[in-house]
């Protein structure tokens, strides 16, 4: 036996055309999930060997078409080109095949060897239609596969096509010129001619494709020329003026009259080999839309199955997650009983399982969420939840498709972010992204609960609903706002398709599900991981042994003496050496050098503290400020956190202690959302976000105190 | 080459059920382009099918596949109404529930039609 051959395979495709389950069918898990490089469009790999070969596979950006408007279609077409696949599956869903036919054109034009991949064909025989497949393999010159990609059927049948087209390439394929009609197709030679007698101009783009799409005004394509020399000049100088002739013989434009051109085309084909109009197979949709967007029900559904996921995601999630946040508890306490007090197992037990744990602990959640979400997603409602939804978020600047993720943003603000993904344009994720933080993540609710335990007693309840109200109007008003100065183009167009209503198939939602969990663990928890650790050490150090010296000496004398009343001074002691510790470690420091700027907010320097370690995570908020006020979390020697932090002698106002909850809800909520608005918007967004979201809370929080003392409250 | 004519009218005005074909496409840039790939081409029949609740999108079905526009978007298609014979009007379970309850009263069609028969 030969070595392995390899085989590189893309599959292209209209969006909902199947693409994805035939590229689960093909690979299964074994998936490489990325970035396509310098954009925020999710690249798929698979690998998987079949009959001998190596096969690395591509799912392309879902695009209808190969224009230079979109991210997705330009990722798609430079790919095609720059990287020249040895195959490119076309997926077509048999169901709308004209629709779709449409990119396959185009994908000829392209120059590709095609297959053109027939799916849900289960779906399209059902309903009596019947196609003429050899026809439509001699007409297009490529071999036609029919599959049914979300049951695994035809995949063998297609990757037997692959091989079979690599094997025999050497035979020329036909392939068709689609013509334009006169006044194109005279320009479309003359402009071919001039390319074809400059080769290094175009590259590897065929003449051609390059011609036609200089007649449709592509920009990229005329930016690459444009930086060609005097020929590549007078080129464009011809298309200009084959665009205005165009223009004036057909009183349309070029980019039209292509358009019209390939749909006539696939038109006239599909006369000659479609032998019965598909039946509406909207049919089943249309029944279930009449309730699911109906006029007074559609709404109520709609917040019913946002209820449910909501439910899913606390209560199904709640108990794995006591498990594992079990299993962390046990392994701290057990690392800590048997590991020599040391630097190092303070590092382990504090930093790494602390740390750690406090994200894996999510995880149950996530995972849940995430399989709620693939369903709908995977079903078709999502589309139709935008389509209920979009006349609202327009009204803010937004999409119809902001809405989930806006609302996900209640639970967690990293899921929530990472479901940004479903908006197209870049415009719509970006502000939505920058915007999702202000919703109150369940993260923040411990610190509403201590605040407003300690300071409001019984309209805790009602000021933390306020706060929750405040987070919604920050946001509406925070989206109108950038909206209208830093996003100033239009917002998306919503020209969005209803799919068909699918039902889910198990595979699928489990690989969704994995894929998505999976970047959460390792992006996420490196992150934690480096930050933790860091914290830590600001937290431990500098080492000043002679600090806590003499405390450590009468806390070993009380011990010794070793009565009831003689461990609680013990207590008591080993609570004032740790905050001393932290007094005067960085963190410590940096409060104390904070402390001018949070002054007029209110704040005293150990709430300072609290909020710069709160960048880890808000629940960590609650924790430092245990350390800070000699408590701890947990009651010790009588005196709980509430009733520390409500002392007189510490000087925190209701007034201020409600500033230091508006504080912490506008505020960045943690490292982790930090490096989601990375991944999704860039780096620039993310120090945009963490700037905005610090200037909103404290300019807030400064007024609210201010406005506050002035009028009497404080 | 279709011409505008003087019945050309916006997309926009059509009410649920309409049948039409498109004259032209108005607009520019991706959008335009955008709704050419989705096949909204001159001589291209479209339907109207439903409003959302508030409105605004609204469902339009374009060779085969159901696709949405705000109202706004929708302006920019120029369109010529065709008559849809009264007894294949669908469009929408309402606009046909409001026609039949209009004829027969309200109540499922099933249980009236035992009735009337």
Redesign the interface.
Known sequence: MAAAKSLRIALAGNPNSGKTSIFNSMTGARQQVGNWPGVTVEKKLGFFTYKGYDIEVVDLPGTYSLTAYSVEERVARTYLVEEKPDVVIHVVDAGNIARNLYLTVQLLELGVDLIVDLNMWDEFTACGSELDCDRLETLFGSPVVQTVGHRGIGIDDLLDAVIKLVEERAEQHRHVPITYGSHVDDVLTELTGLLEATPDLIGNYPARWVAIKLLEGDSEIRKRLSKGGESARSILDEAERATRHIGVATKSDPEKVISEGRYGYIEGTLKEILTEEPADRMELSRRLDSVFTHRYLGYPIFFAFVWILFQMTFRIGAIPMGWIDAFVGWLAGTLAATLPESQLSSLLVDGVIGGVGSVIVFLPNIMVLFLGIAFLEDSGYMARAAFLMDRVMHALGLHGKSFIPLLMGFGCSVPAIMATRTLESRRDRTLTTLIVPLMSCSARLPVYLLIGGAFFAERAGTVVFVIYVLGIVAAILIGRLFASTLFRSAPAPFVMELPPYRLPTAKGLLIHTWERSRIYLQKMGGVILAASVVLWFLGAYPQNPGLTESLEHEIAEQRAIGSVAALEKVSELEADAAALRIENSYIGKAGQFVEPVIEPLGFRWEMGVSLITGFVAKEVVVSTLGVLYHTGVEEVSGRSLVEALRDPANGITPLAAFAFMVFVLLYTPCIVTIVAVRREAGTGWMWFSIAYQLALAWLVSFGIYQVGTLVGLG | ?T?KTPCAVPLASLAPGDAARIVT?NGK???????????F????PVRV??H??????I?Y?I????????KE?AEHILVQQVAVPECCREG???AGRRRHRKRHGWGPRWLQRKASG
């Open positions: 080459m011409s496409l840039g991706g959008f335009r382009r955008r709704l050419l790939d989705l096949g081409i001159a001589g291209a099918i439903k959302a609740p508030l409105s605004n999108p469902e079905c060779g085969g596949a159901h696709v949405t526009l705000r978007e929408g379970a309402d």
